[in-house]
């Protein structure tokens, strides 16, 4: 089941990347962005710039699902976060369409179990993993009174774009062949390759009509230690990597003086406490999920980060 999808923060990595996948799967497409950013907006969609909640829930008319892809930078969490799930909410239960919603780990504390599922129980430990438990809450009130709404949950993007942990905290110094690492190597953390959960994002939406009213799903994506990751980096690159440890300890003294600082330090937890996401459930949905190997997502998302690494010789 195809249809119409508006897709809110259409200029951001997720939305531009989720825009690209529903296009090329066959559904029409708005991209809502605000003022002045049309130019960064997916091709061969509907480009609408929108400034109020009332633009947007016009925006949305006639729309089959809509995918909230609204993230406020780290340093405006408590600012925008709320409102800014508010309107992915307002919109979809205005128009009567399925609400798409990326959920993230950062609902689940340092006490998160070794696997994550869809019964694993929100216990968070930072501001902003309160306030997405908030913005969940809001959504499961709004399936209340009628709407229809999906979750999908996974770890932290990368690919598609700049503005992940990849390319500005492990790869930013590759160019001197190092990688800051901001956990131990020997533990896992988990990762979802934008066009990987874009395209897992299509695969639900058109399975929506068989789903109950209110549905939470894990992607599962890679979950590497970082000795694996860095290894994945030297195949998909050629080059021989040196792992540097993130100071914390630095960021937490110094750091707080500084509101960047203060909200990385709350996500630390995410790099010390081993964890990965189970997609039984999702794999149940739709039989095979998107899965890029590892090294093979890395290149084609260093390519982009890094075009000048390879014009050099490179090995293999």
């Known amino acids: 089941m195809k249809g119409r999808i508006l897709i809110l923060g259409a200029g951001g990595r997720l939305g531009f990347a989720a825009a690209l996948a529903f296009r090329d799967a066959g559904w029409s497409v708005t991209s809502m962005v605000r003022p002045g950013r049309i130019g960064i907006a997916a091709r061969g969609t509907e480009i609408v710039e929108v400034v109020t909640r009332d633009q947007a829930i016009e925006a949305g008319e006639g729309c089959d699902v809509v995918l909230n892809a609204l993230n406020p930078a780290l340093t405006l969490w408590d600012r925008d976060a709320l409102a800014h799930g508010h309107a992915g909410i307002a919109?979809?239960?205005?128009?009567?369409?399925?609400?798409?919603?990326?959920?993230?780990?950062?609902?689940?504390?340092?006490?998160?179990?070794?696997?994550?599922?869809?019964t694993t129980p929100a216990n968070p430990a930072s501001r902003k993993g309160a306030m997405r438990v908030q913005i969940e809450n809001y959504i499961e009130d709004a399936v209340d009174r009628g709407m229809r709404a999906i979750i999908l949950r996974a770890g932290d993007f990368f690919g598609s774009g700049t503005g992940s942990w990849l390319d500005l905290a492990l790869t930013k110094d590759i160019r001197r062949r190092i990688i800051t690492y901001p956990g131990p190597l020997d533990l896992p953390h988990t990762w979802a390759y934008l066009p990987d959960l874009t395209a897992t994002m299509v695969g639900l939406a058109e399975r929506r009509a068989g789903f109950s009213a209110f549905e939470t799903f894990g992607f599962a994506g890679h979950a590497p230690t970082g000795h694996e990751l860095i290894e994945a980096m030297e195949r998909a690159t050629g080059l021989t990597l040196y792992p540097r440890a993130m100071n914390w300890r630095l960021l937490k003294t110094f750091g707080r003086l500084f509101k960047t600082g203060r909200e990385l330090v709350e996500l630390e937890y995410l790099w010390t406490t081993p964890h990965r996401i189970s997609e039984n459930k999702l794999a149940g949905v739709l039989g095979m999920v998107p899965h890029t190997p590892l090294a093979q997502a890395l290149e084609a998302s260093m390519r982009t980060l890094y075009p000048g690494l390879y014009r050099k010789n490179r090995k293999r």
Do not use: K, Q, R
């Open 91 to 118: 919109v979809a239960e205005a128009n009567g369409a399925t609400l798409l919603y990326p959920g993230n780990l950062f609902i689940y504390g340092p006490d998160m179990p070794p696997v994550i599922d869809e």
